[in-house]
């Protein structure tokens, strides 16, 4: 384990749920509707675009939402680890008195 | 679908661009909105995240940060690009209801007037002047459509050049395809010579994947404007943002035009049918990032296919291709050969 690690499970559990929060924000725009627009090349370009803008959208949100649960497993992990020190702490602690 | 004509170049439902450019506005508000939240959880996880974890994290997030900010730029260039192409409508639409209004008052004098009304446009006669005022307000038209054209080239130009690039290419791709990768270069060029003598295709093709992409980036004019990127890069002279290009002119270069000619006596099989097709064109390039040796570089081809190129001659003037008459045939009676504008747009990361 790095020597120099310090965390605090509840504050990363609440990292994650801040990102958790925000990965939505990005969908809340969607791309138009093009199909009426008046010239062949520029309807095609515009419909190109926004189809690229939403395949980068997605990748983006679904790479924000997969770090949330991963801070949300680094913190599960980092409690389960506490309570494991302290439960190992508990059991030796009458053998020092 | 409602295509602008020559007759009225200012046509064309503006709302769908306004309503396209707020979607695009409001993605990159988004996107900053995101940005600036990834920040303050990057900076506040410092306070109770250290050690690799952590640092992990911090590079994690500037990494997303960083994807965010280009997808945010896209949409702010490409909803300028936006504004300017509405603005330059609206400019075709007055142009267009002025060369309508002079048309219009000069026919009024003649009909008006106690002249016979005569055939054609006679030069001669007390009207002359008015129907002349009519030939020039109709060849003014013929510009404003021209006009049109190259607005909707320019904003074309200007989206696809935002995108992030789905076509990449390595230099030495074209040439080490097998016949029948180059069969595919040469059924594409086809392909966009057969929509150009329908007459049906749209004027404005925009190509940002398959194979034409990675045929043009690797034909020979391509690569010298790299040689010339790469030299310009290795010597400190390019930043991001900056932009410039060449043609590739037929008319100047007696090598490129034998290269074309036995290209099309062999169909294709010898040469780069896709840069044979397009014949003289214009190329530029647009520096989007420089990391360390690495330089990601757009480039866009642009290129008109019109019934005078087809059928001129290269370096010999008022001589026409054998095919000319039934080119010519097949506009005047089936409507065909009318002209089309090809953009092609790709990315590329060049070391130096």
Same mark, same amino acid.
């Given at each position: 384990?790095?020597?120099?690690?310090?965390?605090?499970?509840?504050?990363?559990?609440?990292? %994650?749920?801040?990102?958790?929060?925000?990965?939505?924000?990005?969908?809340?725009?969607?791309?138009?509707?093009?199909?009426?627009?008046?010239?062949?090349?520029?309807?095609?370009?515009?419909?190109?675009?926004?189809?690229?803008?939403?395949?980068?959208?997605?990748?983006?949100?679904?790479?924000?939402?997969?770090? %949330?649960?991963?801070?949300?497993?680094?913190?599960?992990?980092?409690?389960?680890?506490?309570?494991?020190?302290?439960?190992?702490?508990?059991?030796?602690?009458?053998?020092?008195? | 679908?409602?295509?602008?004509? @020559?007759?009225?170049?200012?046509?064309?439902?503006?709302?769908?661009?306004?309503?396209?450019?707020?979607? !695009?506005?409001?993605?990159?508000?988004?996107?900053?909105?995101?940005?600036?939240?990834?920040?303050?959880?990057?900076?506040?996880?410092?306070?109770?995240?250290? $050690?690799? $974890?952590?640092?992990?994290?911090?590079?994690?997030?500037?990494?997303?940060?960083?994807?965010?900010?280009?997808?945010?730029?896209?949409?702010?260039?490409?909803?300028?690009?936006?504004?300017?192409? !509405?603005?330059?409508?609206?400019?075709?639409?007055?142009?267009?209801?002025?060369?309508?209004?002079?048309?219009?008052?000069?026919?009024?004098?003649?009909?008006?007037?106690?002249?016979?009304?005569?055939?054609?446009?006679?030069?001669?006669?007390?009207?002359?002047?008015?129907?002349?005022?009519?030939?020039?307000?109709?060849?003014?038209?013929?510009?404003?459509?021209?006009?049109?054209?190259?607005?909707?080239?320019?904003?074309?130009?200007?989206?696809?050049?935002?995108?992030?690039?789905?076509?990449?290419?390595?230099?030495?791709?074209?040439?080490?395809?097998?016949?029948?990768?180059?069969?595919?270069?040469?059924?594409?060029?086809?392909?966009?010579?057969?929509?150009?003598?329908?007459?049906?295709?749209?004027?404005?093709?925009?190509?940002?994947?398959?194979?034409?992409?990675?045929?043009?980036?690797?034909?020979?004019?391509?690569?010298?404007?790299?040689?010339?990127?790469?030299?310009?890069?290795?010597?400190?002279?390019?930043? !991001?943002?900056?932009?410039?290009?060449?043609?590739?002119?037929?008319?100047?270069?007696?090598? @490129?035009?034998?290269?074309? $000619?036995?290209?099309?006596?062999?169909? $294709?099989?010898?040469?780069? @049918?896709?840069?044979?097709?397009?014949?003289?064109?214009?190329?530029?390039?647009?520096?989007?990032?420089?990391?360390?040796?690495?330089?990601?570089? @757009?480039?866009?081809?642009?290129?008109?296919?019109?019934?005078?190129?087809? *059928?001129?001659?290269?370096?010999? +003037?008022?001589?026409?291709? +054998?095919?000319?008459?039934?080119? *010519?045939? =097949?506009?005047?009676?089936?409507? =065909?050969?009318?002209?089309?504008?090809?953009? !092609?747009?790709?990315?590329?990361?060049?070391?130096?």
């Amino acid at each position: 384990m790095d020597s120099t690690i310090r965390i605090d499970p509840a504050e990363l559990a609440a990292l %994650a749920n801040e990102l958790g929060d925000i990965a939505p924000i990005l969908s809340t725009v969607y791309p138009p509707d093009v199909s009426a627009c008046q010239s062949w090349g520029v309807t095609d370009a515009l419909k190109d675009f926004a189809l690229e803008l939403e395949e980068n959208r997605r990748e983006v949100q679904e790479s924000i939402q997969i770090l %949330a649960d991963g801070v949300i497993k680094t913190a599960d992990d980092f409690a389960e680890h506490d309570a494991s020190l302290i439960a190992n702490f508990n059991r030796i602690l009458p053998e020092l008195k | 679908m409602k295509v602008w004509t @020559t007759e009225n170049p200012g046509a064309g439902d503006m709302s769908v661009i306004e309503t396209w450019k707020a979607s !695009v506005d409001g993605q990159s508000e988004a996107c900053l909105k995101v940005i600036e939240k990834l920040r303050a959880i990057s900076s506040s996880s410092t306070n109770h995240w250290e $050690g690799k $974890g952590g640092v992990a994290f911090v590079g994690a997030i500037a990494r997303r940060i960083e994807r965010l900010d280009l997808m945010s730029q896209a949409c702010a260039k490409a909803s300028a690009a936006a504004s300017e192409y !509405v603005g330059a409508v609206e400019i075709i639409r007055e142009q267009t209801a002025e060369c309508y209004a002079r048309i219009e008052r000069a026919r009024s004098v003649i009909a008006d007037s106690e002249e016979p009304v005569l055939e054609g446009f006679p030069s001669h006669g007390p009207n002359a002047d008015h129907y002349e005022e009519v030939l020039q307000a109709v060849d003014e038209l013929g510009l404003v459509a021209y006009r049109r054209h190259e607005a909707d080239q320019i904003f074309m130009r200007d989206v696809l050049r935002q995108m992030s690039g789905r076509v990449r290419t390595e230099r030495s791709e074209y040439e080490t395809m097998d016949r029948d990768d180059r069969g595919q270069a040469t059924d594409a060029s086809k392909d966009l010579f057969l929509a150009f003598a329908s007459g049906q295709a749209p004027r404005d093709i925009g190509i940002t994947d398959g194979i034409i992409p990675v045929a043009l980036a690797d034909s020979g004019h391509m690569k010298n404007l790299r040689e010339r990127l790469i030299r310009l890069l290795k010597g400190g002279d390019l930043d !991001v943002g900056d932009q410039d290009g060449s043609t590739r002119s037929l008319s100047s270069d007696v090598l @490129t035009l034998s290269a074309d $000619g036995s290209n099309v006596i062999t169909g $294709g099989r010898f040469g780069n @049918t896709p840069e044979t097709f397009f014949g003289s064109f214009e190329a530029t390039y647009e520096v989007v990032k420089i990391e360390g040796g690495e330089a990601t570089v @757009t480039f866009t081809v642009t290129n008109d296919t019109t019934r005078q190129s087809f *059928n001129r001659v290269p370096l010999v +003037p008022f001589v026409e291709m +054998p095919w000319a008459p039934g080119v *010519n045939i =097949g506009h005047d009676v089936l409507g =065909g050969y009318e002209p089309i504008g090809e953009t !092609v747009v790709w990315t590329e990361k060049i070391e130096f």
